[in-house]
């Protein structure tokens, strides 16, 4: 089984030299902030990096976003409202997401996981083959959010 972690700073350079791709500034700020935040939009990680005090544009945190999850070192999903969120755990697992603060949390359970995952993997989709399963439970909060007044 493995460890259910995103990949520390130093898997992370480890991972980029895999792909030959070099351990920039902007790459490791964008990771910096992966770990910190878990799923984020292009904009939340921009302005989080921002914060810090780098230098980086809304474009190149795209582009490395992007990059990292084409290659398999992040994943990525699309939120109800209809925002690109990158997760920095590419392991398969189930999420959570509030649908109205649209964040996501995993779900790490990885008997139910296995469970559901074989269960469907034997079911035949006429002309298709089962590339992924995605599990995600929708849920909205129980208790009113106090929003104070502006
Ligand atoms: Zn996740």
Redesign the pocket.
């Known amino acids: 089984m493995n460890a259910h972690r995103c990949p520390t700073m130093e898997e992370f350079k480890n991972l980029l030299k895999k792909h030959s791709l070099k351990a920039t500034p902007q790459r490791l700020a964008v990771h910096q902030v992966m770990m910190e935040l ?2 984020a939009s292009v904009d939340m990680v921009t302005e989080k990096i921002k914060d810090t005090g780098v230098k980086v544009t809304t474009a190149s945190v795209y582009n490395i976003l992007s990059q990292l999850a084409l290659i398999g070192i992040y ?1 990525h999903r699309m939120s109800l409202n209809n925002k690109m969120y990158f ?1 920095v ?1 590419a392991y398969g ?1 189930m ?1 959570f997401y509030d649908m109205e603060n649209h964040t ?1 949390k ?1 779900i790490i359970d990885d008997e139910l996981y296995e469970m559901i995952q074989q269960n469907l993997m034997r079911k035949r989709f006429k002309g298709f083959k089962v590339e992924d399963i995605d599990i995600q439970i929708i849920g909205r909060p129980t208790r009113k959010k106090y929003v104070a007044n502006v």
């Open positions: 878990g799923h994943d997760d755990n697992h999420h996501f995993d």
